[in-house]
T-cell receptor, first 113, second 115 residues
Framework: GDSVTQMEGPVTLSEEAFLTINCTYTATGYPSLFWYVQYPGEGLQLLLKATKADDKGSNKGFEATYRKETTSFHLEKGSVQVSDSAVYFCALHAGDTGNQFYFGTGTSLTVIP | DGGITQSPKYLFRKEGQNVTLSCEQNLNHDAMYWYRQDPGQGLRLIYYSQIVNDFQKGDIAEGYSVSREKKESFPLTVTSAQKNPTAFYLC??????????????FGPGTRLTVL
């Protein structure tokens, strides 16, 4: 079945460091891929998405490229800030599997000044 | 403003009591979902509904019930049969049912604590 595997945390970085959070997926169809961010005590917010192979999603300095050949959608940011501290979830949606969304387990990021 | 509202934000209940969590959306979305999140863990799907008057069990439906009498509302009842109900509950919606290029929009969550 469809699933998402993402890098386990927690991740701790210094401000202005480079961030990578790995995400790989398994899907029978051609899914859309997403990164969501969750701040403490809040719901999830969509950070970026990509709907087909080789698409690059980007938002707020974060980027992720849909790589069909490696079934990956790694999240990157060139210079993290303290305000980026949150939990990040990778997710997929394949419309031909009952309209369910599949989430990774989340990666906690802490950025220290 | 368009969005998803969940109420209350914090909820306390005594063991053995049923409790209902509210979820309302004014986005005109077809599909709605309930997830449970435990500390340090990902999201687990409880129930979802793709259309009014229809819903399907997710991975952890035991001890929960839902209804979808109106497009904008998808309340979740946590029954006394749920053995470990203390958790953070998230409601979500998506625009279309069974179509590609969908995305989910989340409410702010309800934190349920059983005393």
């Amino acid at each position: 079945g469809d699933s998402v595997t993402q890098m386990e945390g927690p991740v701790t970085l210094s401000e202005e460091a480079f961030l990578t959070i790995n995400c790989t997926y398994t899907a029978t169809g051609y899914p859309s891929l997403f990164w969501y961010v969750q701040y403490p005590g809040e719901g999830l917010q969509l950070l970026l998405k990509a709907t087909k192979a080789d698409d690059k999603g980007s938002n707020k300095g974060f980027e992720a490229t849909y790589r069909k050949e490696t079934t990956s959608f790694h999240l990157e940011k060139g210079s993290v800030q303290v305000s980026d501290s949150a939990v990040y979830f990778c997710a997929l949606h394949a419309g031909d599997t009952g309209n369910q969304f599949y989430f990774g387990t989340g990666t906690s990021l802490t950025v220290i000044p | 403003d368009g969005g998803i509202t969940q109420s209350p934000k914090y909820l306390f209940r005594k063991e053995g009591q049923n409790v209902t969590l509210s979820c309302e959306q004014n986005l005109n979305h077809d599909a709605m979902y309930w997830y449970r999140q435990d500390p340090g863990q990902g999201l687990r799907l409880i129930y979802y509904s793709q259309i009014v008057n229809d819903f399907q069990k997710g991975d952890i439906a035991e001890g929960y019930s839902v209804s979808r009498e109106k497009k904008e509302s998808f309340p979740l009842t946590v029954t006394s049969a749920q053995k470990n109900p203390t958790a953070f509950y998230l409601c979500a919606s998506s625009p279309h049912s069974g179509r590609m290029n969908n995305e989910q929009f989340f409410g702010p969550g309800t934190r349920l604590t059983v005393l």
